[in-house]
């Protein structure tokens, strides 16, 4: 037997996995290029009037500070996750759950004894502000970020301890807030993405299904579907410039995937979904594709 018809196998392989590479820069290529482009022909902001929901009090080292909690249904709702499931997440310290909520600026106001006081007006989806309702966990959780996004945007430091109004849903004005539209052309399902390397032994870990999507231009999104396990105990990630490797101490899966952008590993973040039983890959990008 000759040696060329040895390689041929490896060979088939090799440009398989070539192929495959060029269809997965292809397809993020274009994809954000439709994100650029969908960006630059889109307003950048819409103006939405928010609903009062209902008002917090707490303060500041600047005095009083009043959080007027509103709705509206232009923004986005949230992951639609049970109590449960969420509670699990954040008990896991993971941050696969995000409320998207648009904060106003802060207005001067009087307090009910005429004393001047600042208000935020923070608004959230109306579908999910009505699920809130008949949820304390859900409010608290909903304040505690609200509190924490004033603080972040506006370099305050607030008062963990607040109580609720009850006698009004909004203190001052509800003034017009200006949002962004949310854009987000999911890629099409890739399948197993490899890249060349060693082939393991017949029976060995399993390729697991790879999805990924651009998020923003500067930011790919990854879902690694695990379905024989029930945890991320024993999950090893490394996310380097350009390739996403995952192993386990199980044996069950490993994944050697190439990505043709460059990732800001450190910034990179992982979590496990339960539910769904995936892995969840979030990668800041040091350069935008063009």
């Known amino acids: 037997m000759s040696r060329s018809t040895l390689l041929e196998p490896e060979l088939r392989e090799a440009e398989k996995m070539d192929d495959e590479k060029a269809r997965l820069e292809e397809l993020l290529l274009q994809a954000s290029r439709e994100l650029q482009q969908a960006q630059a022909t889109t307003p950048e ?20 500070v009043f959080i007027n909690i509103c709705h509206s249904a232009s923004i986005p709702p949230p992951a639609d996750l049970t109590e449960d499931e969420l509670l699990q997440m954040l008990e896991e310290d993971q941050a696969g759950f995000r409320i998207p909520m648009s904060l106003g600026e802060p207005h001067a106001e009087l307090d009910a004894k005429g004393q001047g006081c600042t208000a935020y007006d923070v608004a959230v989806n109306s579908d999910f502000y009505r699920r809130m309702q008949n949820s304390d966990f859900l409010r608290e959780l909903v304040v505690t970020i609200a509190r924490e996004g004033l603080e972040d ?15 009004r849903t909004f203190l001052g004005s ?39 999507w651009l998020e923003a231009p500067d930011l790919l999104l990854a879902e690694i579907d695990l379905p024989k396990l029930d945890g991320a105990l024993g999950l090893s990630l490394e996310v380097g410039e350009n390739r996403l490797v995952m192993g386990g101490s ?11 952008l460059r990732i800001n590993a450190e910034e990179s973040k992982a979590a496990f979904h339960r539910k769904r039983k995936q892995l969840m890959v979030s990668m800041p990008l040091l350069s935008v594709p063009s």
């Open 153 to 167: 945007k506006y370099s305050l430091q607030l008062n963990p301890e607040w109580r609720m109004l009850k006698n």
């Open 250 to 260: 199980q044996q069950l899966y490993h994944l050697d995937a190439y990505i043709p």
């Open 174 to 212: 509800i003034s017009q807030q200006n949002i962004r539209p949310k854009q987000r052309p999911r890629i099409q399902e890739l399948g197993n993405v490899h890249v060349p390397g060693p082939q393991g032994p017949e029976g060995g870990p399993e390729k697991p299904h790879l999805n990924l």
């Open 45 to 64: 902001s819409t103006q939405i009037q928010p609903q009062p929901g209902f008002c917090i009090k707490t303060n500041s080292l600047e005095g009083k």
